[in-house]
């Protein structure tokens, strides 16, 4: 299988862990913080095919920036959190990088 699709199933189960980590309101609603541990050990577990293809500090630096923006907007569409205009800025440089860090790899 394409290492990218590992690393974007391993993006996808990371964001999904931290949403599901805020439900669980500091694991008050203990469901949701086992969910939460779930789906982040299987983030790992989808991840370590991708860097076995892919440089290590790619893999992660796309993992932890596409997890950034992604947590960003849930928590601005999902939870109404509000953010600054710096805070915008800040978050598009990482999505920038982590775009660049996509079109420079090869695999």
Known sequence: MNPWIFLALAIALEVSGTFLLKLSNGFEKWQ???LSIFC???CFWVLAPAMKALPVGVVYAIWAGVGI???ALIGIFAFDEKLGLVQYLCIAL???GA???KITTTA
Do not use: P
């Open 32 to 34: 949701w913080g086992a």
């Open 40 to 42: 982040y050990s299987a």
């Open 69 to 71: 923006v992604a947590a």
């Open 94 to 96: 990482v999505l920038i």
């Open 99 to 101: 775009i660049g860090l």
